[in-house]
């Protein structure tokens, strides 16, 4: 397309610049200071600590609380969020009227802020005033104590639903895309041979967008990792005794409440790393098919 | 053409740059402020028309990025020091909060400042006075009573000054037997009042400077002094066992603990001095709202009878080094916290809540809530900083993240978080 080859460099250079100041210098200073013991964000002098802080996480119960938490919504987010998204998308491509509606509908939840949703979830769920409750009392039922802490599961469950449901449309978009980019003659002569629409969707449509499901699968993995706006407003600090704690979370209280801001840092190397090796994985399992 | 394209692109690249450079130069007419009086804070008002008043008064304008406090907004301005980005003049907490900044001599001390300026902040009481920050008001803890709750037999209550810990029990049977919560208690956020004020209950103010060792909580070495940390957090689960803090037992977020009291659904909660400014226009009637100081628990190393309070002035205006340094701004800068800490403005503030740091403050029409915290000192037998404030940065928040178990009454759980804690202090 250019004839030469120094004008696509000018315009690519700012953004190189920009993600090696703001990115890589970052997160190699973050590993540097990993490996040191600081007072206070000011401390001129941190001690050298080695690999003890990395040691410290990984023998910190919370610490693996939090990591094991990360892992069931990993899954969590690949079951429902992911495959909601796709049923959605699947649904939607074969319908003519209304399709806008669905789109926005579907989309809206991720142009709205977490924590504005993460509290609207709080007056859902809240004990004494919340609406479940409310529409319990005009059921002439007795109130529940949805958030008690000795239920951990509910309150998991009732805390990482929102962070569910809230990118759905995300992937839905993407995946729409995806399936409107199938040529209709492929669909058409499926059509003539007989083939139902599940069968359509499942020999032809998903296997069609393997490209797609793969990058999405990424995404989902790496955004997991990151978790932390929704979760922190619903179940601040873990509550209950850190026990719903996610590596977000968990990081974010040791940088900000606990000061300690050598074993922060090691956490996010850990974070980027998991992530790193979970979209590995997740790559070798569902294999780029350059076929499609 | 395409010269001409690749001319101009690298000139706009050359003069961004510059641009960027440029703007790092200061005028000398502006002031650069942060305070924690920012979003639904009732003192924002008063500040913001200070600030007005000052731009007037000085031609100058005042670049103020104030914001609610909370400890991402502490760590950034705290971080501000380390990138060279900090305001001329801060409104922030003082101890173990400030001593990044502080022990670091990027804020000018009282002392220096009064060398060149005799007469600085001379309206405050010295008692009060930080070594580097000027208070504009104190507060006190305690517990905030609804008294239109306390009718029929709890009426006699009303007439006293304290109430021991006997007399909270019975107050607290009597509401239950109503079904009114006794205590709203947000234990999800903000477990921390109930935390600090039964160890001062159980072992004395005392306790607060002298925590036990590592190690002093359980086990073959457990000491005495340590144990009773351990009784003292118990104590949460048998309060929640008898009712106190509704059917949620407290778990629940502070939001709406505080809606519990301001909805007359529950009769009372701990809370400082802060909380009153936001009773006016709920349910609850200020003038019939009441501040009581928590009282020693029997049985315990706090004695028979006694009665303290947590209180204190923790946070002051600071002049950073860098102002300092700059002629310029040295004296508007002086100026500037001169006008916030004079008398008129400290009346200004403390008609919102909290005790005056300048004696000669007088403030009229007092509510009645604010009449009974100003008397609080006179009620209790001790006061002390908070046990956040005494103990080391960071430390109090391994107390705060296991307020489930104290509720629960996990013995275990409060050994592993005191142990924590005291590791950290």
Known sequence: MYKSKILPWFFLLPILIFVTVFLFYPFGVNIYNSLFNFTSILDQNPSFSGITNYLNLFGDSTFVTSFTNTLILIALVLIFQVGLALILALLVSVIDRFASVFKVTFFLPIVISATALGLMFNLFYDYDFGMLNQLMIQLGQEKIFWMDPVNIIRRFMLTMGPVLWQYVGFYFVI??????GISSEINDAAAIDGATGIQKSLFIKIPMIQNVTRTVFVLAITGTLKVFDLPHVISPGGFPNGELHLLGTYMYEKAFNSNQLGVAAAFAVIIAFAGVLFSGISNLIFKNNEEI | MKKIILSSLALLFVFSLAACGS???????????????????????VYQ????????DYGVTVNDTSATSNEIWKTSVVSSFYSGTEPDVLFFFTGATAAPFVENDMVVSIEEIRQEYPDYASNISENVMDPYAVPIKGFVEGVFVNTELFTGDLESYLDKDVWSWQDFNDIADELISRDIIPFAFGAEDVPHYWIEHLVLGFNGPDAFFNIPEPGSFGGQTATADGEKWVEALSMLNELADKGWFGDTRGNQKNEIANQLFKTGQAAMILDGSWFAGGIEGTSVDPDKTIMVPFPAIPESEGGMNKYYMQSGFTSGF????????????RELAVNFISEMTKTESIVAYAELGGIPSDPSAVVDNLNGISVSMNGMPARTDTATLPLSDASAAGSFTELVKKSAAYLEGSTDEIIEALESFANLN
């Not at chain 2, 860098?322 to 002629?327: F, S, V």
């Open chain 2, 23 to 45: 703007g790092a130069s200061e005028e000398v007419d502006e002031l650069r402020t942060v305070s924690m009086f920012g979003g639904t804070d009732p003192n924002a008002s």
């Open chain 2, 49 to 56: 028309d200070i600030i007005s008043q000052f731009e007037a």
């Open chain 2, 318 to 329: 600071y002049i950073t080094r860098q102002a300092w340094e700059d002629e310029a701004k």
């Open chain 1, 175 to 180: 995946f729409l895309t995806a399936l409107n």
